[in-house]
C-alpha cells in the first residue's frame, strides 16, 4: 500500500458509504411527495395518507442527516485527497460541483426543515411544496454530481492548455450522453432502494396485519415505482454497457473477463475462474450467442479482448499496464445483473398479483415475505454497480487524460492512513447506527411509539397541537 | 473589477456567510452542557437551532464548492495542506451532524450523554481549527517551488494560528449566546443564563480578538500592505465587540447579536484584505517567491463567467429563501415539559 492506493481506497469507501445513505434519499424523497400529494388531493382518505406520510418521513430524516454529513467529505476529498487531480480539472468539474451545492444542497436543506418544523405553520400547499422543493432538490444534486464523474470516464467541451483541462463548450459538458445514461441508471437504482425499502417495511406490517389501510395503499405506492425504478435501471443499464464497449472497451473486457478478441457471435460467459497472472480464465462456463446480443442486439458481432486492448492502449497513452482488476469488475457485473433481473421480475410479479386479484398481494403471503427479504439487495446491486463502473476505468481518473497516480495530493503516508482509520470508523458506527435505528423505527410501526423521537424534528401531529420546544402561532 | 477579483471576493462572502451562519449554532451546542440543567432545556436549546444549522452548514460545502471551480490550485493546496486539520473537522462535523437526529432516538441517560458529547466535541473541533485555518492563511504555508505544500501537522501549529483559534472559538460562543438571546424566550431563566454567558465569553472574545490583532500587526506584519483604509477592519471588529457589552447591559438583544455578527464579518473580512493586498492566496513559509498568486490559481475566464451567471442567480435566492425560513421559526422557543407524544 503506497498514498495513491490509500487514497484510492479512502476515496472508495466514501463514495460507497455516502451512497448507501443518499440512495435512499433521493428515491424515498420522491415517494414521500406522492404519499403526501395524495394525502392533500385526496380528502376523504387523508387520514391514511398522512400517517403514512409521517411514517415514512420519521425514516426519511433518520437517513438524510447522515446523507449530509458524509457529503461534505466528499466535496472536501477532492481538494485533500486529490489535489493534483482539482488542479487539472477545476476549470471544468468544480463547475457541477458548485451548481450543485448552489442549485440542490441549500434547497433541500432548508426545504426539509420547513417541510417537518413547519407542519404546525405553514399552510399545507405551502408543506406540500417543501417536500416537492425537497424531492427536486435530491435530483438536481444526483444530476450534477452524476454529470461531474460521466466527465471524468467521457471527457467533453475541454481543450488541454498548460497541463490544466479548460473549458471550452459548456453546452457538451451538460448534453454528454454519458451523463444522461448514468444518471438515468442512478436515478432509477435510487427508486428501487427506495421502493424495495418501503415494499419491505409495508409488507413486514402487512404480514402482522397492522395497519392494513395504510400499508396496503403504501405497498401499491412501492410497486409502481419499483416498476418504473427497475425499468429505468435494466434499460438504461443496458445501454450503458453497449456504449462502454465503444467508449470504455477496456471496461467492457473486463465486464466480461474477455482476454482475447470474441470470435462472432460471441459467446456469454455465466461463470469464470480469472487468472489476472497468467492473463487468462483457467474455467469457463459460456452461453454461445448471448454475448453478441447483449453487446449489439443482433446475432453476431465480436468484441475485442484486453490483451489486444491493453496493446492498442499502449500505442496510444504510452507505457503502462492498462488492465483493471479483471475479477473484482467481472463480478460485480454479474452480482448487479442478477439482483437487478430478480427485483425486475419481483416488481412485476407484484404488478400481475395486484391486477389479478383485488387482495392478492395481501393474500399471497410468501410474496411478502420475501420483499422483507429482499430489502438489502437494491443496496448490494449499487454497491457492485459502482466498482464497475469505477474499477472498470482504472488506471484512468480522467479517461485517456490522467491517471489515478498523476492525480493524487503530495500528502504522506501517515496523515492519509491515520485519517482513513479515523473515518472508517465513523463510518461503520454512522451505517450501523442508520441501520439499527431504521429497523427499530420501522419495526415499531405507526401506533408504538418510536423509542424517543427526533430533536430537530419532533414526531408531528397534523390535527394536533404544537411541537416541542416551540410555541403555536397566536 | 475583474472576474477574478470578484471571484475573490464572492468567496469571501460565502465564508463570511459560513462563520456568521454556523458560527452561531456552534455557539449554541459548545454553551449548552453549561447552560442547560434538564431535559427539556436540553431540547429547547437544540430547539433553537434544529431548523437552521443544516442549511447553514451548506455554506461551508459552498464555500469549497466555489472555491473548487474558481480558484481550482488553490483549493488544493489548502485542503491538502492542511490535510489533518481537515480531517479533523470532517469527523466533528459528521458526529456532531448526526447527534441531532440520534440523540432522542433511543431512551438512555447514557446514550443522551455521548450524543451530548459529540454535538459539543463537534462544534469545538471546528470552532477552533476554522480559526486555526484563516491565520495560516496570512501567515503561510510551506509552499515549494512547484506550488506543493509540505508540511506536518505540527507546522499547523504556531502562536499565531493557536491563538487565531481561540479567537473564532470564543467569538462563536459569544455569538451564540447572543443568539440564544433572540430565540428564547425573556422570562426563563436560560435567557438570564445566556445573558451571563454572553458576558463572560463577550469579555474573553475581546481579549482574543485583541491578541489576534496585536500579534498580527506586531509578529506577523499583517497590516502593512493594508494602506489607510482597509485598517478599518480590525480597529471596527474591536469597536463593535465592545459595543456588544453596551448593547447587553441595555438589553438591546437584537443590537448585540448584530454586533457579534459584524465582528465576525470584520474579522474574516480582515483576513481576505490580508491575503488581497498581497496579492497572494497561500504564502510560503519557504521563499516569498513560491507563495500562489490570485492570477495563478483561478480558473480560465470562460469559467469565471459562467459562474458569475450562477452565482448571480442563485445566491440571491438561496439567501432569500433562508431568510423566509428564518423568519417562518422567528418565534420564541421556552423549555417545555410538554408530552411525548405516542405514534404518527
Known sequence: MDVVELSRFQFASTSIFHFFFVSLTVGLAFLIAVMETIAYVREDRRHVYEKMTNFFGHLFLINFAVGVVTGIVQEFQFGMNWSEYSDFVGNIFGVPLALEVLMAFFLESTFIGLWWFGKDRLKPWMRLGSIWLVAIGTQISAFWIVLANAWMHHPVGYEVVEGQARLTDFGAVVFNYKAWLYFAHVQGSAWVVAAFFVLGISAYHLLRRQDTDVYSASLRIGLVFAAIGTVFSVVSGHTEAQVAREDQPMKFAAMEAQWETSDSPAPWSLVAFIDEEAQENSFNVEIPIVGSVLAYNSFEGRYEGLIPLNEEYQELYGEGDYIPPVAWVYWSFRIMVAIGSLLLATAFLGLFLWWRRKRGLEETRWFLRALVLFIPLPWIANFTGWIVTEMGRQPFMVYGLLTVEEGVSPNTFGEVLAGLVGLWVVYLALIGLDIYLLSVTARAGIHRKPEAQLVAAPAPDYEGVGLQGYERRN | ?344
Open chain 2, 1 to 344: 473589477m475583474d472576474l477574478v477579483t470578484l471571484w475573490f471576493w464572492l468567496i469571501a462572502l460565502t465564508f463570511t456567510l459560513y462563520f456568521f451562519l454556523e458560527g452561531f449554532d456552534f455557539g449554541v451546542d459548545i454553551l449548552r452542557p453549561t447552560l442547560a440543567r434538564t431535559e427539556p432545556e436540553e431540547r429547547a436549546l437544540t430547539g433553537t437551532i434544529g431548523p437552521f444549522w443544516d442549511g447553514n452548514e451548506v455554506w461551508v460545502i459552498a464555500a469549497a464548492g466555489l472555491m473548487f471551480s474558481t480558484f481550482p490550485v488553490w483549493y488544493g493546496a489548502v485542503f491538502s495542506g492542511m490535510y489533518p486539520l481537515f480531517v479533523a473537522i470532517l469527523l466533528a462535523l459528521l458526529l456532531r451532524g448526526v447527534s441531532f437526529e440520534y440523540r432522542n432516538q433511543v431512551d438512555s441517560e447514557r446514550w443522551r450523554a455521548f450524543w451530548d458529547w459529540m454535538s459539543f466535541a463537534g462544534s469545538v473541533v471546528p470552532s477552533f481549527l476554522w480559526g486555526v485555518i484563516m491565520a495560516k492563511l496570512i501567515e503561510g504555508m510551506p509552499v515549494n517551488r512547484e506550488g506543493r505544500v509540505q508540511g506536518g501537522l505540527l507546522e499547523m501549529f504556531t502562536p499565531f494560528s493557536l491563538l487565531g483559534g481561540a479567537t473564532t472559538l470564543l467569538l462563536f460562543m459569544l455569538h451564540g449566546a447572543n443568539f440564544l438571546l433572540l430565540r428564547l424566550h425573556t422570562d426563563t431563566v436560560l435567557y438570564d443564563r445566556a445573558r451571563r454567558a454572553a458576558l463572560r465569553w463577550g469579555a474573553l472574545a475581546t481579549v482574543a480578538v485583541v491578541g489576534f490583532v496585536v500579534m498580527g500587526y506586531v509578529t506577523e506584519g499583517l497590516f502593512e500592505s493594508f494602506g489607510v483604509l482597509p485598517w478599518f477592519f480590525p480597529v471596527a471588529a474591536f469597536l463593535t465587540l465592545a459595543s456588544i457589552w453596551l448593547a447587553l447591559s441595555r438589553r438591546r438583544d437584537t443590537l448585540a447579536f448584530t454586533m457579534s455578527g459584524l465582528t465576525i464579518l470584520f474579522a474574516t473580512v480582515t483576513v481576505f484584505i490580508a491575503l488581497f493586498t498581497r496579492g497572494e492566496v497561500l504564502p510560503s513559509t519557504l521563499d516569498p517567491d513560491f507563495g500562489l498568486t490570485l492570477e495563478e490559481t483561478a480558473s480560465q475566464q470562460y469559467t469565471l463567467v459562467l459562474m458569475t451567471w450562477v452565482g448571480g442567480i442563485f445566491l440571491p435566492l438561496i439567501i432569500g429563501y433562508q431568510i423566509w425560513n428564518y423568519y417562518v421559526f422567528r418565534e420564541r422557543v421556552r423549555p417545555d415539559e410538554g408530552s411525548l407524544k405516542h405514534g404518527y
